[in-house]
Structures are given as structure tokens and as C-alpha cells.
């Protein structure tokens, strides 16, 4: 067998779709908390948008990354699995199957899908970041703007996916498409070191030693810790990634990463930059656990094997 690997790709689309079913409530939520206004708390936040939106409020923005998450997820995990495959071929020219993993191939293949992630996931992060935001009085107190939005009976910025990339083209060009990837570069190159790597050790730490591959619940277990460490981590990066992309739905208030942080700090302290933390931990763990079980289980059926095959 090759080292280039197909069915990581279609593995990887299966899981993300299930990630964000899984994960979008909360997602909807961290985005308020992290780049809205007038939320005292997370709980404050919950059920402010359930009083004002119902249920539907949590998943709104939800189709566009349904569909563009999982084909992201699946370049992520093909992308890792074949470059850590890669690398562990040129390493020792016939690797055993089963042979352990070497932190510095899980290291470097996590760095180089966390680049490819900006390229894709950028653009999938501002839509599903713009509808999310664009339903709540946003930053009305600080800015005294008067709010378009649909709460409060007028017409929204943007009537969907569609209409928002061309709105998003029209006004601010294709580099608009991009607005705060730096700000995601930072967040997802360390952030995807710690989603790979304690995913990889959690799950054969927790394995028997007399077993070929993790079970289905050492996979939960070991996706969701990964994804509670990775997003716990990754939060201050997060915020300002948040506000420079929410940021262009009324105005332009940012003129980059140094200036968003430079003006959050300003404003609101250094708390400002942990906001959001206990709901990306949280939504860590549900949302990386089936990631990693649709992964692996997608994997399994595909090779036919009986047990997982960790990526």
C-alpha cells in the first residue's frame, strides 16, 4: 500500500459532519460571548438567545458549515494522517504496522495541517461568524449604531450563505473572504499540535496493551480530552480571531490583529481575552469525541477493520 491514503479524506468529511452537529449550539453561543455584546455569562448568553430566538437561535448559520466543515475536516485529517504517514515512511523505510508514533512526525504533520486549515477553513469560520452574529444588537452600547437586526423587526445584513460570500466580495473583495486568517494561523498551528498529539498518546495510554487499536470509547474519551485541551488553549487566539471576523458587519472598527488586541485589552482587560473559555472547553470535548469516533469508525468500515485505526 501506498503512503497516500484515500479514505482518510472520506473518514475525515464523516466526522466533522458530526462534530458540528454536535458542536454548533455551543459554537453559536462562544461567538456571542466572544465578539457580542450584553452577555453577562454564558448562562446569561444561553438564555438570552433562547428567549429572543428559540431553540432555532443556537443552530443558526448551521447549514453552511454542515456541509463546508466536514470537507474541511476532511482535508485536516487526510492531510495529517498521510503527512505523519509520510514522514514516518521516509523515518524507517518499512514501518511496522502498530509501530508507536514519534512526537516530532505528530508535531511537524500537525503544523502542516493547521496551515492548510487557514486556507479552507478561513472563509467557512467568517460566513458561519457573520450569520451567527448578525441576529444580536451588536455593539450598539459602545458604537451608539443604530442595530439592523432581525430581532428587532428590521431586515438582516445577510439573508444566508450565498448572499453573504457575494455581499462580503462586493464590498470588502476576496481578501474579505480572509479577514482575520492570521489570527486563526496563530490560533490553529498550535492549536491543531495539541488537538493530534494528546489525541495520538491519551488513546494508546488508555488502549491495552494486548489490543491492536483503540475501542470506540477510549476514542470518545481521548478525542474529547484532546479537544477540551486543544480549544481551552486555543481561546485567546479565538477571541481575537472572533471579533476581527465579526468585525465589517457594521463597521470597520479593527485594522488587525495587534490593533484588536491592542484595543480589547484597552477596554476590557486581560479577562477579556479568556472570555468564552469554559464554553470552547466544553464544546471541546462533545464536539472532538464524535469527530474522532466518526473518524475512526468511518476508517474501520472502510479497511474493514475490526478495530480503530488511529489516524
Known amino acids: 500500500m501506498g503512503n497516500f491514503q484515500l479514505e482518510d479524506f472520506v473518514a475525515g468529511w464523516i466526522g466533522g459532519a458530526a462534530s458540528v452537529i454536535v458542536g454548533h449550539p455551543l459554537d453559536t453561543v462562544k461567538a456571542r460571548l466572544q465578539a457580542g455584546s450584553g452577555y453577562g455569562s454564558t448562562l446569561s448568553c444561553i438564555r438570552t438567545v433562547y428567549r429572543r430566538e428559540s431553540v ?8 453552511f458549515p454542515l456541509t463546508s466543515i466536514a470537507v474541511y475536516n476532511s482535508v485536516v485529517f487526510g492531510v495529517f494522517s498521510n503527512t505523519q504517514r509520510f514522514l514516518s515512511h521516509h523515518r524507517c523505510q518499512e514501518p511496522e504496522a502498530g509501530s508507536p508514533r514519534v512526537l516530532s512526525d505528530l508535531l511537524l504533520a500537525s503544523m502542516v495541517a493547521g496551515v492548510v486549515s487557514v486556507g479552507l477553513g478561513a472563509p467557512v469560520d467568517l460566513i458561519k461568524i457573520r450569520l451567527q452574529m448578525q441576529t444580536q444588537p451588536f455593539r450598539e452600547a459602545n458604537l451608539a449604531l443604530k442595530p439592523r437586526v432581525a430581532a428587532l423587526g428590521e431586515q438582516p445584513a445577510y439573508q444566508g450563505p450565498v448572499h453573504c460570500i457575494i455581499t462580503i ?7 474579505g473572504l480572509y479577514r482575520g486568517a492570521s489570527a486563526m494561523l496563530l490560533r490553529d498551528v498550535p492549536g491543531y499540535c495539541l488537538y493530534f498529539i494528546p489525541y495520538v498518546f491519551l488513546s494508546d495510554w488508555i488502549t491495552p496493551e494486548a489490543h491492536t487499536g483503540p475501542s470506540p470509547c477510549a476514542v470518545w474519551l481521548a478525542g474529547g480530552m484532546a479537544g477540551a485541551i486543544s480549544w481551552g488553549t486555543a481561546t485567546p487566539m479565538d477571541v481575537v480571531k472572533s471579533r476581527l471576523q465579526a468585525d465589517g458587519v457594521y463597521i470597520n472598527k479593527y485594522k488587525g490583529v495587534l490593533d484588536c488586541i491592542s484595543q480589547s485589552y484597552q477596554k476590557e482587560g486581560l479577562k477579556v481575552f479568556f472570555r468564552g473559555i469554559t464554553v470552547n472547553a466544553v464544546r471541546g470535548f462533545p464536539m472532538s469525541a464524535a469527530m474522532f ?11 474493514g477493520d475490526h478495530v480503530a485505526t488511529s489516524p
Open 56 to 63: 432555532f437561535g443556537f443552530f443558526k448559520g448551521m447549514a
Open 293 to 303: 469516533l466518526g473518524y475512526e469508525l468511518s476508517l474501520q468500515a472502510i479497511r
Open 169 to 175: 466580495v462586493r464590498t470588502e473583495g476576496l481578501a
